[in-house]
């Protein structure tokens, strides 16, 4: 349970609070590649973090970030003209490029300090695993390197990137992925349907059954560099085995989905805040070992799977709150826990159901929540840090330790989750090791 200012503190991320300060430190997820599909191409709306900007794709194929109001007068800048290098204003003509600088003052006369001095609000982008990231934080000679996460290195055929709008707070999604113990619950048939006729299983039917088995799961945290992994130990059919999933959370806002073993596709996300009320949910699936099958990928794009709902052309889960997610009452009783359609959408109708922001004052926390109690002191921690003592977080310089996996793997009974760890990824926190290593 965090007390009001607290919760406060976790869920607020203005400019000018404490946690969308600690935000601004690292890269985060502007848009998709594919929202500025052309260049020369029309500007777009993006609110991150609680502010309110514009991004073009400009005529070298760069991706600008700027404030919407123009500085000679606040004229919004959606309207403008993206043209030769740089988006135009369309009351004056001022015209600005990728990086805020007037390049064209038409109604200036020459000599004028105009000429040299104003700028627009702009942030620094880059793309990388067809994603648009803006570095928001403040003005640096060098930037920090983008976090090396997995699935922006495989090729494009071998990995599959949306995003969806949710709802609610940003630290509610977070803490419905560390709690790996409600999938006993959540994602399972109804109780008296055996767990191999679950249509949203992600996993085959042995493992649905011990996960429904033991709600109880032993769980396991390692910090690493730039946060940590999460393991929970279920039993078997077998005394002396146990069946491990393990999570990944890196700061600020990245996890993934559990549940992989050797061969099948990993799931992850980055969330990045729009308001204190809603956030994206930045999905990517990916495969290392083999392009992603055409059955696969229809899915995905289609209906969505695991962590990925199905959503509209606006990118909204077509099971939402106007609709109470489509439960039907029915299946709740005879088929599904829920009676919604969709892993995913299951974890969002539960996320949002705690409300725009979850009131954490109410709460009666378990021993099956140690996660989520991680989680919260860590990035507390990490944000007061910062603007009570100026303490700059080191994870944004370490983007190489973003590079890690999630799955699931079979150990014996009494095997450490180190040892776990290294059987299944070769690395003790499941890094994945380049040729340097």
Known sequence: MLTAEENDLLTETGPETPMGQYFRR????????????????????????????VAFRDSNGDVGLVDTKCPHRGADMYFGRNEECG??????????DVNGKAVDLPNVPPGV????TVRIKSYPTREFGGIVWAYMGPALDILPELPELEFGFVDDAKRFVTKQLMECNWAQVMEGDLDTSHFSFLHMPAPNVPSNENPDAPVDERRMRWIRRDPMPKFSILEHDVGFVVG??????????????????????NGTGPSTMPGETYYGFTLVP?????????????????DLGEAERTKLETTGHGIIAETDENYMPLRNRSNDYEID?????????????????QDIMIQQSQGFVAD?????????????VRFRRTVLEGARALVENDIEPEAPWQHEAYRTRPGSWFATEGMEFEEVLVARFGHERGRVLSEAD
């Open 26 to 53: 690292f890269w985060q997820p502007a848009m998709l590649s594919e929202e500025l599909p052309e260049r020369d191409g029309p500007p777009i709306r993006v609110t991150i973090l609680d502010e309110e900007m």
């Open 87 to 96: 988006l135009r204003c369309v009351y004056h003509g001022w015209k600005f």
């Open 113 to 116: 300090r105009h000429h040299e």
């Open 232 to 253: 929970g130990a279920r039993s078997t059919d077998e005394a002396d085995e146990r069946y491990w999933r393990m999570t990944q959370y890196s700061l600020p806002a």
């Open 274 to 290: 729009v308001t204190d009320t809603s956030c994206w949910m930045y999905c990517y699936a990916w495969n290392p070992d083999r």
């Open 329 to 345: 009452r029915a299946v709740q009783k005879n088929q599904t826990f829920t009676g919604v359609k969709g892993l995913a959408e």
């Open 360 to 372: 954490r004052t109410r709460e009666n926390l378990t021993a099956t929540d140690a996660a989520i």
